[in-house]
């Protein structure tokens, strides 16, 4: 160690000044060193984020302060806006109507066809006259005791029919022609109880279309109008001064007529109401297949055929109303053999253009009298009808199927024709029938049945060949809704 120190102390005086100098002092003493390049870049980064983080700071502020953060009135008009768009909602009918209303008119139609068969028994069973009194609401009820059992049995003896027809009659045999009739209005009321309450109610909830709710109001103001027509028609029954003297108690074929063909109006009315809905949303669930059908039905081959079902349409009701006259004239009961009436296929001219049934001086209205109240014309006329109407329906049959017709027609149209000819076979083979058995009241019931078959299959037909332009432009939006590109 004393060797060493000779050594430091001569080694001491050459050293530097500076490595004994703290780096604080060092570092203030010597000049700042610019900063470099990369130093710069990042602190200029720095420096403009956190400008950005204070703008994107300012616009959230103001953002949520002005719109996202409602205030009470804000909140209060946008429920108000809700609550109005909600009841705006439910006041506007919908575009379609629900599948529960075309079955409920479907089923109202079968039941006004079952009335339909059941009124003919009525008078087939000559029940029609035994209540001499309309109340709508207390004559639902039959009479209760046997008191009320004798006072409805002396309305009914102070009668034609029972003066002239059953002054054999007691008070158990009237008690049967009193529920036939009964039963039968009855049934009209029920009818028109399960058509005006649902109704009313489809409409209130907005389950059917403004066109479909039109259509319902108008069937219901029918249905009321028909109660009002039935009771007309009995009333012609209960006066002597309207038929001849010593002829059958009848109602008057007039009244009988329009009560029948209002009947099938009705009918006719919410059949086709109740197709309508069902094939407008079985043509909305395939807007496709739905353009190519009214395509095919736009075709000139098929505009030809439309029309002619369409004319035959009246023609089948034309035919009813006629014999609706055969009906209320009794004229069945006559020239009970076919296809001759007698000695020739029409009786004599004489008997065809009686001036008994001529009220006028001039005999002006002879030629229309005898069509309508002549007992052989009305015959004649329905057979006219009837014959015209089976040989119509086999043209169209033999025209559906050759040319272009063939081609052009829907598979469903093709059907619905040949369902027709069927029809009106059985019906021509039923008229027929009812005639030469004169006119027994099975038969008779049938006969009445198959014409209501018949125009339904003639209104089902006449159907199948329309598309409607507000369901055409129904399947158009819908569409172009489907193949709008998202």
């Not at 108008?218 to 009002?228: M, N, R, S, V």
Request: proline fraction near 5%; hydrophobic fraction near 50%.
């Amino acid at each position: 160690m004393s060797i060493l120190i000779p050594g430091l102390r001569r080694a001491v005086p050459r050293l530097a000044a500076s490595p004994f100098i703290c780096r604080q002092c060092l570092r203030h003493r010597l000049p700042r060193a610019a900063p470099s390049r990369i130093l710069q870049s990042l602190r200029h980064a720095s420096t403009e984020s956190q400008a950005q983080a204070q703008a994107k700071a300012k616009f959230t502020t103001r953002f949520f302060s002005a719109s996202a953060v409602p205030t009470a009135s804000t909140m209060a008009a946008s429920e108000t806006a809700t609550a109005a768009a909600a009841a705006s909602a439910k006041r506007r009918f919908p575009e379609t109507s629900s599948k529960t209303v075309a079955y409920w008119l479907i089923g109202s139609a079968a039941s006004v066809f079952g009335i339909v068969v059941f009124g003919g028994l009525t008078r087939l069973t000559e029940s029609g006259l035994s209540i001499t009194e309309w109340k709508p609401v207390t004559g639902s009820l039959p009479p209760l005791t046997q008191a009320h059992w004798e006072a409805e049995f002396d309305k009914y003896r102070a009668s034609p029919e029972f003066r002239l027809l059953n002054s054999h009659m007691d008070v158990e045999e009237f008690k049967k022609i009193y529920y036939m009739e009964w039963t039968h209005r009855l049934w009209g009321r029920l009818i028109g109880l399960s058509f005006v309450a649902p109704a009313a109610y489809f409409v209130a909830r907005r389950r059917v279309s403004a066109p479909v709710a039109a259509h319902l109001a108008g069937i219901a103001a029918l249905i009321g109008f028909q109660g009002f027509i039935g009771w007309w028609m009995v009333k012609s029954g209960l006066k002597d001064d309207l038929f001849a003297p010593g002829s059958h108690p009848r109602v008057s074929q007039y009244r009988l007529a329009a009560h029948l063909a209002t009947a099938f109006v009705c009918y006719s009315w919410m059949l086709l109401v109740g197709l309508g809905v069902l094939r407008t949303r079985r043509l909305l669930a395939d807007p496709a297949a739905a353009l190519k059908l009214a395509a095919a039905l736009k075709s000139p081959a098929v505009a030809p055929f439309r029309r002619s079902v369409s004319a035959l349409t009246v023609l089948v009701f034309t035919t009813v109303l006629s014999g609706a006259l055969v009906a209320g004239l009794d004229a069945g009961l006559i020239y009970n053999e076919f296809p001759k009436m007698g000695l020739g296929l029409t009786p004599p001219r004489s008997e065809l253009w009686d001036k008994f049934y001529s009220r006028k001086e001039d005999a002006s209205d002879l030629w229309w009298r005898n069509m309508l109240e002549n007992p052989s014309l009305v015959q004649l006329d329905h057979r006219i009808l009837a014959t015209t109407t089976f040989c119509t329906i086999l043209a169209l049959f033999a025209y559906s199927r050759t040319g272009r017709v063939a081609a052009a027609l829907p598979k469903d149209a093709r059907k619905g024709m040949l369902g027709v000819v069927h029809l009106v076979s059985l019906q021509v083979a039923l008229g027929i029938s009812t005639l030469i058995y004169m006119v027994p009241i099975s038969l008779a019931a049938a006969h009445q049945a198959g014409s209501l078959a018949l125009l339904t299959g003639v209104l089902v037909l006449g159907h199948r060949l329309r598309v409607p332009k507000s369901t055409l432009t129904k399947v158009q939006k819908k569409l172009a809704s489907t193949t709008m590109p998202r």
